[in-house]
């Protein structure tokens, strides 16, 4: 049996799923770490013990009253648990079927072998979207599959019960269906090209507003309106069930899931910065009741900002700055609430380099190259993409590990810069506009990350002083 090349999409698939085993493997007795995936944890073990969309039955009541003090809106609860809309359903589902199949002893080593495949297809998925947007030059294929198999943040990812494994892949394979299916012209392929992002809204929420721009590429960009219907049809043939079951439960119009009030509420707290902040997340979890929880944050953003409304452009472009933030804080936790024991100052100070460089390297690339592309309609989409998924966050909550999402973009951009970089300098010697254009994109995102280590320089200090690994970090 020959074995794949290196850098084909079979030989990337390969690299990037062995890459990923190595952490898997080596925790496979790892417990669930942090809130998120203890709750898609329960709903998983709910789905697969047949006792539908719940999460908080009493056994997961009693562990999780020991960290938090949870006040019942509602009097009937149901030892079972509660149903929930509060978290969208495709993950949740798809840990019901593993756990089926693996049973519940092993079902953390089987979701995360599961989740690697999934990360694994990323790399081949990369390079199939910068061949279909650069044919002539499979260099840039080549470097955007190999970024997405090695990127040191994605290798760990599957170790974490939570949506991006699948929300990624869903994204990618969104886009490559819409691009077939504007290649192609074919009934089937705009059918299939709703049902992948549908299923990725019904995975998170947040990139409905991309589904809608391809849309209108689709009818307007291409003056296709059968096309545009039909790939209408698909998207809305899988969110509407989950919506419709959304709404009878909370009484109320409830989209795929009901935490926009809860994103609200951290987003313009007044002692919050636009980001996630641990203190601030557990003001609203208390409450059980999801619509509850909802009308409350949406209220108290709402009030914040009517009581400052000059805060919110500052808060906007902080949520901006932290979209596109250095990857620190999952290794920032971790060591310093003391899960690997004290690291030398050299060896820290290299992994932590190689955790925060990558993004830093791929979006200036791409940033720096960006300005000189010549725009065709499978551009076009790609940067309906970037806006249509960045822009709610800024609207909402932002976090770094949000911008993961759009990485294949970016590295395929990325590819393309470095495999034309001479072609680039002569071009920006030629043009003024667009050379300022690429000095004033680097040059916000090399603010942005100065500024950022600038603001957290005494919790650095602490990090890579003597006693960081037991600085107890928050997440």
């Not at 290196?6 to 669930?32: E, H, T, Y």
């Not at 994204?171 to 009934?187: D, H, I, N, S, Y």
């Amino acid at each position: 049996m020959r074995l794949p090349k290196l850098f084909s999409p079979s030989g990337l698939f390969l690299l990037a799923f062995v890459l990923r085993l190595v952490p898997v493997v080596a925790a496979i007795s790892l417990p669930i770490g942090l809130d998120d995936m203890f709750q898609y944890d329960m709903l998983g073990r709910s789905l697969a013990a047949g006792e539908g969309y719940r999460w908080y039955a009493q056994p997961d009541l009693d562990l999780i009253r020991s960290y938090i003090d949870i006040d019942f809106i509602a009097p009937d609860y149901d030892p079972r648990g509660i149903e929930t809309s509060f978290r969208a359903p495709a993950y949740p589902f798809l840990l019901a079927g593993v756990y089926t199949l693996s049973g519940l002893e092993w079902r953390l080593f089987a979701a995360r072998l599961v989740n690697a495949a999934l990360g694994a297809l990323l790399a081949p998925m990369t390079y199939a979207l910068a061949r279909r947007l650069f044919p002539d030059d499979e260099r840039v294929a080549r470097f955007g599959g190999a970024a997405l198999a090695a990127y040191p943040m994605l290798l760990i990812y599957p170790l974490a019960l939570a949506t991006e494994n699948l929300f990624f892949p869903l994204v990618l394979g969104g886009l490559l269906a819409l691009l077939r299916a504007a290649e192609k012209q074919r009934a089937r392929d705009w059918l299939l090209a709703g049902a992948i992002l549908g299923a990725a809204t019904l995975t998170r929420s947040v990139i409905f507003a991309f589904a809608g721009l391809a849309g209108l590429w689709i009818w307007f960009g291409l003056r296709n309106f059968r096309a545009a219907l039909l790939y209408g049809l698909a998207v809305f043939a899988l969110v509407l069930p989950w919506t419709i079951r959304n709404t009878l439960l909370e009484g109320q119009f409830t989209f795929v899931e009901n935490s926009m009030g809860y994103n609200l509420h951290m987003g313009y707290h007044p002692q919050g910065t636009g980001t996630f902040q641990y203190g601030i997340s557990v003001e609203l979890l208390p409450y059980l009741d999801d619509g509850e929880r909802n009308t409350r944050g949406t209220q108290m953003a709402l009030g914040y900002i009517q009581d400052d409304p000059g805060r919110v452009p500052s808060f906007m472009a902080s949520k901006l700055g932290y979209f596109f933030g250095l990857e620190r804080r999952a290794i920032s936790y971790f060591y310093t609430n003391n899960f690997f024991g004290n690291i030398p100052t050299v060896p820290l100070v290299a992994v932590f380099l190689l955790f925060t460089l990558p993004f830093p390297i791929i979006s200036t690339l791409a940033a720096a190259g960006l300005p000189f592309v010549r725009w065709s309609r499978e551009r076009i989409l790609t940067l309906l993409l970037l806006a249509g998924y960045i822009l709610p966050h800024i609207l909402l909550m932002a976090e770094d590990r949000f911008h993961l999402a759009i990485l294949p973009v970016l590295a395929v951009y990325a590819g393309h810069a470095w495999t034309q970089r001479r072609e680039l300098v002569a071009a920006a010697r030629r043009s003024l506009p667009q050379a300022l254009a690429a000095a004033l994109l680097v040059g916000l995102l090399w603010l942005n990350w100065g500024l950022e280590l600038h603001r957290d320089s005494a919790k650095l200090a602490q990090l890579f002083g003597p006693d960081g690994n037991r600085a107890g970090f928050s997440y």
